[in-house]
C-alpha cells in the first residue's frame, strides 16, 4: 500500500510554544489530505482538511487560526499548533487516499505525531 | 445522523479464541463504502480492509473475516484462532461525502495469553 510519513513522532513543548508536524506521502501525490486528532482512549475525530493550492476547510469547534495547516505540495502538508497549551496535548495523524482524484478510495495514515505540553 | 456504531467498548479474550467485533453503521446514502483499521499501542493506523455498498460477499483474509449485511447494515470483523499481536484497538469506519473517514468509537482487544 501507499505510505506516508509523519515527523516528528514525539514532540514536547512549553505552554505558548508553536509546534510544527509535516505530513508527507512518499510514493504518491495526494492532494488533499485529513488532519485528525485522538485524545487518551478515544476515536479519531477529524480537524481538517488540507487543500493544495487552496485554503484548508475545517470541522466545526477547531479554531483555524490556532491550526495552521499549509498544503505546500503535492506531497506535504503541516499542521502547526500556534500558541501549545496542555488542552492541546493529544495524537495527530493525518492520513491521504492513494489517488490523486480524491475519491473513495483507501486512505493511508501515517504514523502519528504525539504532542505533550507542559 | 450518519453514526458508525461500535458497542463493544472493551473484549478479553484467550488466546486461540475466535472473537467477533460488531460494528453497525447508518447512512442515507446508496452508495457508501465502509472500513476497518487496527491501531495497534504503537499508534498506526493499519488498514485492514475497504467494502462498498454493492459488495455484499463476505471476505476471509487469513484470519480475518468480515460479514457484511446491508439489511442489517452492519459490518462485523471476525478474529479465528486470536494472538496476542491482535492486541489493538479496531476502528470501523466509513467515508463521508466530504471524503473523509467518519469512525467508530473502536473497541480495544486484549488476547491473554
Known amino acids: 500500500g501507499a505510505v506516508v510519513s509523519q515527523h516528528p513522532s514525539w514532540v514536547i513543548c512549553k505552554s505558548g510554544t508553536s509546534v510544527k508536524i509535516e505530513c508527507r506521502s512518499l510514493?504518491?501525490?495526494?492532494?488533499?489530505m485529513f488532519w485528525y486528532r485522538q485524545f487518551p482512549k478515544q476515536s479519531l475525530m477529524l480537524m481538517a482538511t488540507?487543500?493544495?493550492?487552496?485554503?484548508?476547510?475545517?470541522e466545526q469547534g477547531v479554531e483555524k487560526d490556532k491550526f495552521l495547516i499549509n498544503h505546500a505540495s503535492l506531497t506535504l502538508s503541516t499542521l502547526t499548533v500556534t500558541s501549545a497549551h496542555p488542552e492541546d496535548s493529544s495524537f495527530y495523524i493525518c492520513?491521504?487516499?492513494?489517488?490523486?482524484?480524491?475519491?473513495?478510495?483507501?486512505?493511508?495514515f501515517g504514523p502519528g505525531t504525539r504532542l505533550l505540553v507542559l | 445522523a450518519q453514526k458508525v456504531t461500535q458497542a463493544q467498548t472493551e473484549i478479553s479474550v484467550v488466546e486461540k479464541e475466535d472473537v467477533t467485533l460488531d460494528c453497525v453503521y447508518e447512512t442515507r446514502d446508496t452508495t457508501y463504502y465502509l472500513f476497518w483499521y487496527k491501531q495497534p499501542p504503537s499508534g498506526e493506523l493499519v488498514f485492514l480492509i475497504r467494502?462498498?455498498?454493492?459488495?455484499?460477499q463476505n471476505e476471509i483474509s487469513g484470519r480475518y473475516s468480515w460479514n457484511f449485511q446491508k439489511s442489517t447494515s452492519s459490518f462485523n470483523f471476525t478474529i479465528t484462532a486470536s494472538q496476542v499481536v491482535d492486541s489493538a484497538v479496531y476502528f470501523c469506519a466509513r467515508i463521508t461525502g466530504a471524503n473523509n473517514l467518519f469512525f467508530g468509537t473502536g473497541t480495544r482487544l486484549t488476547v491473554i495469553p
Open positions: 467494502r462498498n455498498s454493492f459488495d455484499e
Open positions: 492520513s491521504a487516499p492513494e489517488s490523486p482524484t480524491s475519491g473513495q478510495e483507501t486512505q493511508y
Open positions: 488540507s487543500n493544495e493550492g487552496s485554503k484548508a476547510t475545517y
Open positions: 510514493d504518491f501525490q495526494a492532494t488533499t
